[in-house]
């Protein structure tokens, strides 16, 4: 399927970002705004198509982009043909594990780690590494990332590929790429800063902006899944699959067979891909008659009701991974059922935060699915 550059891209303004300040939002990726898994999964296959097209017999390591990558990267492998590895970079920290360390300079959150362990025993049954990002600008952070490789790891027969939704890079920045032996692959080409202008002018509407600030969570129902299998570490792809089937059957049993008319999957920050799977398996299963797909985010991007603006309201909530550390999430809606997948620690405060949201919303039917990893 050929995209137009409207079908992909959403114009917003970060707040308070003077390096970039501007963000494409995409309507068909499951993060900022509410997206239908079948369109998402359907960009992801199409994607997966480029790739299996241009390495059809490579055994590839995939790496997917915190944080709003993480779940396109995953849904992509869920199509390419020779996935053997996954992994989510990350920005959550863990003082007993080891990681490459490099940095995304554009970003509200610029500190980015690969946890290392396992990678030493699994490179060398690879032949390329696949970065994916939902949208390229320069390759310089993957580039910074390809360096940290390099100079850990032999990497003498691995190729290495960057692969987006976006490009937005120079002719000449791809050619230098190229002769750097990193090929590009993406679906769409689209001019550098692309609409930057139009959105400049942008501010906050007040009254859209809600900030969250309780601590009694009201009632909702919990369930936990026990799982191994942990993606900020490199994970076989196929082991992922299997865990994210096995975390749709608990969530699917639950409902009873109950039919609704509107459900909301929502991930947290670099948490998306299980909401993936669970959005495409309730749809699929004709548990509902509507299904969105989105996630909290670290993004602090304006909210307006500006006609044509992609984001009409903005939530502030305390971070599900650190109650410290604020984040977001955009243009909420009531639903007969909203299933939250997390696979955070039980943080009260943040548990309140979203769930407030939510209420203030009009949602009654709440559900916090946790993804219980013990790795």
């Not at 114009?11 to 494409?24: C, D, G, I, S, W």
């Not at 990558?69 to 992509?76: D, E, K, L, R, S």
């Amino acid at each position: 399927m050929e995209y137009a550059i409207d079908d992909l891209v959403r114009m917003a303004k970060r707040e308070n970002n003077t390096v970039r300040p501007y963000l494409f939002v995409n309507p068909m990726q499951g993060k900022h705004i509410p997206s239908e898994p079948g369109q998402v999964m359907k960009l992801c296959h199409d994607l997966a198509n480029l790739v299996n097209a241009a390495y059809p017999k490579d055994r590839l390591y995939v790496i997917g982009f915190a944080e709003t990558a993480t779940g396109i990267a995953a849904g992509v492998s869920h199509y390419l043909d020779h996935a053997v590895y996954y992994q989510n970079t990350t920005r959550e920290y863990r003082d007993d594990q080891e990681y490459l360390y490099f940095t995304e300079s554009h970003s509200h959150a610029t500190d980015q780690m690969l946890r290392s362990d396992g990678l030493r025993e699994s490179l060398g049954g690879i032949n390329r590494i696949l970065f994916i990002d939902d949208e390229i600008t320069t390759g310089n952070t993957i580039c910074k990332l390809i360096q940290a490789f390099q100079k850990t790891y032999p990497m003498e027969n691995i190729r290495f590929s960057i692969v987006s939704i976006l490009n937005s890079m120079s002719d000449v920045r791809r050619m230098e790429l190229e002769r750097e032996n990193i090929d590009c692959v993406f679906l769409l080409k689209i001019p550098f800063e692309y609409k930057k202008d139009s959105i400049m002018d942008i501010s906050f509407q007040k009254e859209l902006h809600h900030i969250i600030d309780e601590d009694d969570p009201v009632g909702f129902e919990e369930l936990v899944f026990d799982t191994v299998t942990n993606v900020r570490r490199i994970t076989e792809f196929e082991e992922y699959e299997s865990e994210n089937n096995r975390f749709s059957d608990l969530i699917e049993n639950s409902l009873k067979h109950h039919r609704y008319m509107s459900v909301l999957i929502l991930g947290t920050e670099e948490f998306m891909y299980p909401a993936f799977s669970l959005g495409k398996r309730i749809k699929e299963h004709q548990l509902a008659e509507e299904v969105r797909i989105h996630a909290t985010t670290r993004s602090p991007v304006i909210a307006s009701d500006t006609e044509g603006y992609p984001l009409f309201e903005r939530y502030q909530i305390r971070s599900f991974y650190d109650e410290d550390r604020i984040t977001f999430i955009y243009n909420l809606k009531k639903y007969d059922k909203v299933i939250i997948v997390t696979d955070a620690k039980k943080r009260m405060k943040s548990i309140s935060d979203l769930i407030h949201a939510l209420r203030h919303a009009g949602n009654d039917d709440i559900t916090l699915a946790r993804w219980q990893m013990h790795s």
